[in-house]
């Protein structure tokens, strides 16, 4: 008889062809080794999961750690907006520290990790001078590697043309390693700023081969329109799996007939998309009275075109969103109200989007419970997708790299009345 590391009985295993099976899951040397209905062996721990949901991990596909836990300081953001949020955070990046960074974004990791994300890409501004922000998330992927998986964006907030120095701070990042070019060229000085931040962007990602992660047309101003300059980045290069247009909120202010011929160009991408439906519900039409617009992309028409979507956070307690918890069945629930994917398949999907989709952006290439794989996955307190979203399910067990992590016991109520 075999003789396993970790073996869990009766798992409902959610595997990515969507088909759901009660099956046994043994784990050896950090792999998964077996999947069978039901294994003849033993092991060194053995959890019952009876017919619990068995996923492969959450990914955080967008999230900024460097500002993760600052909420109020040096003050709270009263407008609301996106650029009150940028000023009160240049203002906190002032007195930034390796230590602070990497204290506040371990502490966040840990939270996220509690809750079953293993995955996690995460943009650290690279607009200030001496880089405390990226060289602190460089050395948090080090620290955290062998129990979550960190992804870094230099990400220029102020613009990568916003200053004199800020291009060559870019370039410098790409040197230290990060892992993904940011950008933001909605927020660069001019147009002309905006689409030549994009092509520099390829640039140097083709220079150092790493991937692309843009925020971009964050704003409701129809008139943003650089993703159809990422698009065309991306069907010259041929790169576009592995470039990423987070945010893209215009488009969901954008006219039909436009919105239509651009869909058609994303469609000859690979592009990935990236909707962080619980900020940017509160950042965006804060310029509208009434009709208010709904600040998301158009995630379920880029979902039905078959382009791959994903769903982040974006902010832990920040100058831009002082609410997170790191739960992604609260992100996902969000984009079901949002962007009002409420068809049985349509939630589905939006678990899938913290899910596989996510992996997708990452590029991960080892994501899935399987066996062969890594044994990356968590065991939630529900029957299916649809049941984790609608109570927020606990992730009662967490396994990474083969080893429990973590475990939550879901609340229990007693009921005292009559
Ligand atoms: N910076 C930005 O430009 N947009 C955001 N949503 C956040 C930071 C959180
Ligand atoms: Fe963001």
New binding site residues.
Partial sequence: MSHFDLLLRQCQLLQSSNVCELVDVAIHSGEIVEIAPHLDATAELELEIQARLVSPPFVESHI?LD?ALTAGEPRWNQSGT?FE??EI?RERKQNLSLEDVKQRAIETLKQQAMQGVLFVRS?ADVSEASLTALKALLEVREAVKDWITLQVVA?P?DGIYGGAKNDALMEEAMKLGADVVGG?PH?ELTREDGVRSVHRIFELAQKYDRLIDI?CD?IDDDQSRFLEVVAACAIRSEMGSRVTAS?TTAFGSYNNAYALKLLGFLKRTQLNFIA?PL??IT?QGRTDTYPKRRGVTRVKELWQQGMNVSLGH??VQ?P??SLGTGNMLDVASMAIHVCQMTGRDEMNACFDMVTWNGAKTLNLNEYGVEVGKPANLIVLDAIDRYDAIRRRATVQSVISQGKLLAQTEPPKTKWRGS
Avoid: A, P, V
């Fill in positions: 900024h500002s996106l949020g940028i955070w943009h990400f907030q933001i927020y925020h964050e945010h962080n900020i940017n950042l974006d902010c920040d831009w969103y």
